[in-house]
Each structure stands twice: as C-alpha cells, then as structure tokens.
C-alpha cells in the first residue's frame, strides 16, 4: 500500500507559480512511477506529467511543456511538480498518483494504482 497526500495548491494570478508536493508513505518508493493529473470543474481527468521510479524518464503533456517541471526525492518520499507561467486553463484539482514501474512513466490514469485526494489550483486571470 502506497499513500498519498498532495499539497501547495492555492490561488494565484495569471503568470504566476506555485510547486505542489507529493508525500509518499513506504519503504520502496523508488519503484513506483509517479505521476501528476488534474480535473476541471466539468471535465475529465486529463495527464499533466510522469517521472519513471528511477527519475530517469519523465513526460509532459503537450500544453504545459515549458511551463511544469516534475522532479522526485527518493529518499525523502516526495515527488514535486514546478508549475511556472500558469494561466487560467491551468486551473483544476491535482492529483498525485503511484504506479508500480521503475522504469516507464505511465500517462494514463488507468496504469495508476494509488491516488492522493488532490490539491486545489486556481489562477485568475
């Protein structure tokens, strides 16, 4: 069992930044890839970003490119997600999520077995 708890979310202006962290319970954090989702008020919940366990390999979907980093601490348990130039549309729930690969980095929610219970993100414009 993996859990998961999300935190720095919060409100910021249009161009801002904020870091939301990922704390991980476990002994064998290093074997789970780690992903970062968001759901808009209405929509489905799309892929943001992916670091394999090994931190070797990560992905992005293509509208925050650029703009959000994903990074991971093994020994501490914690995978953060750098989101810089943030816009509006930027605004959802973050969700960190766990899957068991060391080295893929999974984008769909699917491949994800644990979930944290996300972090509010709003920008205005």
């Known amino acids: 069992q993996v859990q998961l708890v999300e935190s720095g979310g919060g409100l910021v202006q249009a161009g801002g930044s904020l870091r939301l962290s990922c704390a991980a319970s476990?002994?064998?954090?290093?074997?789970?890839?780690m992903g970062w989702f968001r759901q808009a008020p209405g929509k489905e919940r799309e892929f943001v970003a992916a670091?394999?366990?090994?931190?070797?390999?990560?992905y992005y979907t293509d509208s925050v490119k650029g703009r959000f980093t994903i990074s991971r601490d093994n020994a501490k348990n914690m995978v953060y997600l750098q989101m810089n130039s943030l816009k509006p549309e930027d605004t959802a729930v973050y969700f960190c999520?766990?899957?068991?690969?060391?080295?893929?980095?999974?984008?769909?929610?699917?491949?994800?077995?644990?979930w944290g219970q996300g972090t509010q993100v709003t920008v205005s414009s």
């Open positions: 999520a766990a899957a068991s690969w060391v080295v893929r980095a999974p984008i769909t929610s699917g491949e994800y077995d644990y």
């Open positions: 476990g002994r064998t954090f290093s074997r789970y890839a």
């Open positions: 670091i394999s366990g090994n931190g070797a390999n990560t």
